[in-house]
């Protein structure tokens, strides 16, 4: 079943080919998905762990760096929002493929909402086309940012693409949704948030990695966006899931319904 949806704004500010084309990546700074977690006094450890890139931003950069290949982009920005130590991460790509990138500077973790509004007075600030990024982080798992951007932007969106498509007017989105795939077309300024199977990230190789050292980089403490987050849900911590029981054999079913009945009294 292949489903067909227009996402056309006549407002829309239309990008004639041969014009400027920038393209914003938000990337992530999370711990790597190898590394198995550990929680201590109702935290999750994070120092002397190994971090990388959000994988689902790191398709989001590839998928950046392939619209660049194929001309229907000029420039990529990289941004996140963290402490000094996502720099590793916007360093990494820089040496994907990405031209610029920005890290917003804050020690404090923000809820997805709250980088949504970071975002948007960045995108205000510093004017892009399109913003392609992951569909959510592998810490959180909220899957929440794209849309409330899109949303405070006013922007169309086209979520979990799995493949990508230029027109001369358009970008035409597919994404895998319970009947089959649905096909949306939306016209930049637009938010397109990526799946896992839209692409596999290349591997940084040692010359861009170097390249990637004398690439534009600048940080921005949070402050100077002069943005008001209030906290709206409070973290009351982490903790392993209880273990479960080691499990019982019974001889007879007799045995499996007297049981049945003792848990439920």
């Known amino acids: 079943m292949i489903i067909i ?4 704004r006549p407002h829309a500010i239309m990008v004639i080919l041969g014009e400027i084309m920038k393209v914003l990546v938000p990337v992530k700074h999370v711990i790597d998905y190898n590394v198995q977690i550990q929680i201590k006094d ?6 002397h762990v190994k971090h990388a890139m959000n994988p689902f931003d790191e398709i989001a950069v590839e998928a950046a760096i392939q619209l660049k290949e194929q001309q229907h982009v000029d420039e990529i920005h990289c941004i996140s929002i ?12 820089l040496a994907l493929g990405a031209d610029t990138a920005t890290l917003i500077e804050t020690t404090t973790t923000l809820a ?14 510093n004017p892009v086309d399109l913003v392609i990024m992951g569909k959510q982080a592998i810490d959180d798992d909220s ?7 899109a949303a405070l932007l006013n922007w169309p969106q ?12 358009c970008y035409e989105i597919t994404r895998e949704v319970d009947g089959g795939l649905e096909t949306l077309q939306v016209q930049p300024p637009a938010i397109i ?5 839209l692409n596999e990230p290349r591997f940084a190789t040692l010359p861009n990695i170097m390249k990637a050292k004398s690439k534009p980089f600048k940080s921005i403490p949070i402050a100077d966006l002069k943005l008001t987050l209030d906290p709206y849900y409070q973290d009351q911590g982490d903790e392993h899931p ?3 029981k080691a499990g019982k054999a019974l001889k007879s079913i007799d045995a499996l319904a007297q049981a049945i009945q003792d848990s439920l009294s």
Do not use: C, W
């Open 5 to 8: 949806s227009h996402i056309l």
């Open 42 to 47: 109702g935290k999750v450890v994070k120092d």
């Open 82 to 93: 963290g402490s000094t130590d996502s720099t590793a991460t916007l360093r990494h790509g």
């Open 112 to 125: 997805p909402l709250h980088i949504a509004q970071v975002l948007k007075t960045y995108i205000e600030l």
């Open 143 to 149: 899957n929440q940012t794209p849309q409330m951007l």
């Open 158 to 169: 086209a979520t979990f693409a799995s493949n990508i498509k230029v027109s001369k007017k």
């Open 193 to 197: 948030s990526t799946d896992l199977r």
């Open 242 to 244: 209880p273990q479960k």
